[in-house]
């Protein structure tokens, strides 16, 4: 998985995750294959509904294989029970093949706790990596700021966030091209006081480490794109992150409420909405590529439940830019530096 | 301050706080007093500037009042700083005047920070309350639910969560009329075992608690309304609370961004903006009386920087509301109830 070793790498995706699959997954492993020479795919799941749906295609047989795995996990199972009975999983094997090298990344539009949970145990952790974490993007008034953790890890010390901050600035340096990113720390207020004990105690490591941390953020701030990376614990992430998810949700149940209160309303809002849809389509989750793992000693990406062809085809580039920039070699050697600074400080 | 006992109260309104002062916070009173009986105001603050204010109107002038007070705390000052070197205050003095008698509430638009200290320091506690609590209202898909905390307490312990909703359900019955109030537990998954140390400790004592405690919702349920309030420490409040008050800010950029783009464009965003402003207009923080700030010795509501006169009146009326209600009787009665079952848990 270094640097530039191998021509073609090889993905493997679960099939069977997400709430079109084996659809989309088939149809996003076609377009890969199709358009991006650099990648073959492993199709992970029930191979005689994977090859149903594949003989709707003609494409290279070289290039795209199948895998068998019997058990499905479902997108609203425990992660935890349902990898200790499903051993023989879509999601358990395609991670497997990354362990034993036949595959370089995964990838996987289910159960997101199920993805987490499976890819530390099944890959473990990089070297001295205390938590994994897990980052999504945030589309701003000036592009995209990416949240660094939005739910792998509920509980944080302030080692979590500035190890959380390292691999992130890592990620947007190698995989967007942003160099020293700028980092900000969420809290609720921009002085250094500000913000719960472990915030507080977060903004002294940060602020005397080599990252190009500029200070804290507040909830009024992730939207303006001030920063290309904040940093935050797993809980107040998710929270946020589901919290921007539904408001597009409201918006399109407030249109319909509104058009439902007569002709002329209906009118108004089938003007307005395509305007709508035009402006947000930034927020659109379907462009991304999912949102990585990041800690994890090996490439995990996890999409969202509803990934389209597009998203998972996004998803498979994501990962080749992971393996070919050896992403986890840098993360390993820059988070060992900083656990040295850490202890020093 | 016991329930039903006066005909008139009397509000001290903080005449020099908010970003329109003392336009608004004048023009507030001579509405509140043409419009409601029971309710004569004292406008706190520098006289002369008051006075020339009050100039413009014909009121009846022995139902508002002027009380002096040289100092203004500005919105940007560090609250604790402007409260010790100016305790001569519009603000300070305005709950001076609570504290003595003179007036039976205090309402202010001025620096939020500011307020709750101050509040606290000027007022106290009610008995066995360990931290009051700021709540604020979100519009959501059926009506509003109510979140507290949102910035009192940056560090909470279960029994904070505990008294938050003991405290929020008094208000949300005495002061919206709604019978048993639904209490949510804001978390990262439904599951009762989902969330960090503080909530699921939180969970535990909800559960057993005579509150009607439904259990977790995510960030993704504050928007449905399925809850009339969401608890939750004051980091996390306060910062899914600013960034719900961005939201509106970003979809304005992206209108102006879209419409800058072309003529056309420009005539689209023209038809679609009107009916955008049509349907958010229940998320306009004009219409809200303020956020109440519960637990401390005395009614104390703090309003929005830009609060419009219109928002002054319903401050005033929700003061009135909270006065009449005695609720601050009923909240020591059931904090003292609530501690005891937890002593016991």
Do not use: W
């Amino acid at each position: 998985m270094s640097k530039g070793v191998k021509d073609t790498i090889t993905i493997s995706l679960d099939a069977m995750g997400g709430d079109n699959a084996p659809v989309s997954e088939v149809a996003g492993a076609i377009e890969t294959v199709r358009h991006h020479e650099g990648i073959n795919i492993t199709l992970v799941g029930k191979t005689d509904i994977i090859s149903n749906e594949l003989k709707k295609f003609s494409y290279d047989t070289t290039r795209i294989k199948i895998h068998n795995a019997d058990d499905v996990i479902e997108m609203d199972e425990s992660p935890t029970d349902a990898i200790r009975k499903k051993p023989g999983s879509s999601l358990v094997t395609g991670l497997k093949l990354c362990k034993t090298g036949e595959a370089d990344a995964f990838i996987s539009a289910g159960n997101t706790g199920a993805v987490m949970a499976a890819s530390l145990f099944t890959l473990g952790r990089i070297a001295n990596v205390n938590r994994p974490t897990i980052g999504s993007r945030f589309p701003t008034e000036r592009g995209i700021t990416m949240v660094f953790d939005v739910g792998a890890n509920v509980d944080c010390k302030p080692l979590n966030l500035l190890q959380f901050a390292v691999m992130g600035s890592v990620y947007a340096n190698h995989i967007y091209g942003i160099e020293n990113p700028k980092v900000g720390l969420l809290s609720v207020g921009e002085e250094k006081s500000k913000g719960d004990t472990l915030t507080v105690e977060a903004y002294e490591l940060l602020e005397k480490s080599n990252l190009n941390f500029i200070g804290n953020v507040e909830g009024r701030d992730i939207m303006k794109g001030t920063t290309d990376l904040i940093i935050c614990d797993g809980f107040t992430g998710n929270i946020v992150l589901k919290f921007a998810e539904s408001v597009l949700s409201l918006l399109k149940t407030k249109f319909k409420d509104y058009a439902d209160k007569g002709f002329v309303n209906k009118l108004k809002v089938g003007m307005a909405y395509g305007t709508l849809k035009d402006i947000l389509k930034d927020f659109d989750y379907q462009e991304y590529g999912g949102v990585p793992l990041l800690g994890v000693n090996g490439i995990s990406i996890i999409g969202h439940g509803r990934s389209s062809p597009r998203a998972i085809v996004n998803m498979a580039l994501n990962a080749e830019r992971m393996v070919r920039a050896g992403i986890n070699d840098i993360i390993a050697s820059k988070i060992k530096d900083i656990n040295l600074f850490a202890a020093k400080t």
